[in-house]
């Protein structure tokens, strides 16, 4: 959590708060009270993983697990995040316009320039991915559950379990055969890729990246709060 000022900067230091397990609607709104407590702020955004269309939560891979990813799946937790109109009950709780979206997709709008057909993928827990075809956002695919390969989805092979278990180098190898299956079928003029395992990819892998390939820094996941809004009404 940070607050930014009207041009998208950040004001101050940025906060974080663990997630538990299962994660509820109702945590994360506490999550926010807890972080927001005493700030002044008139417009609220919030990314979070998984399909999020106009608002409401479509479907979110991690929160609805009993222990965190790749753990048994706790159907009432499924039940609760599953069409929940989060936009609307943020801004209804807090009294202020909210935007709920994607979280790649509100790093994607800290950094795209609105020229050509430009990809943000995030890696953290998971993969994360947005498409901005000339400065318009695309609707949201869930990249991290599209087979890779060996019947294993792209959260299977890159995500952050992979990385503890391979190693960073062994790793940044995948990710790079990653990138390589997915030029094919987005052909994008240019790349960006961030989030909070992007700075621990190889020094080989990275030399082997095209020109049209850019890392982020993660704090665009927040720096791009103001600058969302402005891509959501440019797809509307």
């Given amino acids: 959590m940070t607050l930014l000022d009207a041009g998208g ?8 708060e663990p997630v538990r397990y ?19 702020f008139t417009r609220l955004t919030v990314g979070m993983p998984g399909t999020i269309r106009d608002g409401v939560v479509v479907y979110t891979p991690h929160y609805t697990r009993k222990a965190g990813p790749h753990t048994r799946l706790d159907p009432d937790m499924d039940e609760a995040w599953t069409g929940c109109r989060l936009q609307e009950r943020l801004s209804e709780i807090f009294g202020v316009p909210a935007l709920v979206m994607n979280d790649a997709e509100v790093a994607a709008a800290g950094v795209v320039t609105g020229v050509g057909l430009e990809v943000v993928l995030t890696l953290g827990t998971g993969l994360g991915n947005a498409i901005v075809d000339s400065g318009v956002l695309a609707p ?38 990653a ?22 990819i190889s020094d080989s ?16 996941g927040m720096n791009g709060g103001v600058r969302a809004w402005d891509l959501i009404a440019r797809r509307a």
Wanted: no cysteine; proline share 6%; charged share 25%.
């Fill in 179 to 200: 990138i390589e299956s997915l030029y094919p079928v987005i052909r994008w003029d240019r790349l960006y890729i961030g989030g909070g395992n992007a700075a621990l």
């Fill in 205 to 220: 892998v990275r030399q082997k990246l095209g020109p049209d390939v850019s890392f982020i820094p993660n704090a665009a």
């Fill in 22 to 40: 299962p994660f509820s609607p109702a945590d994360l709104v506490r999550t926010i009270r807890t972080l927001s407590d005493g700030l002044h």
């Fill in 140 to 177: 949201h695919l869930e990249i991290s559950h599209a087979p890779l390969r060996w019947g294993l989805t792209f959260d299977d092979v890159i995500g952050e379990a992979e990385r503890l278990r391979l190693g960073d180098a062994v790793w940044s190898r995948r990710v790079l055969k």
């Fill in 9 to 16: 900067f950040q004001i101050g230091t940025a906060h974080r």
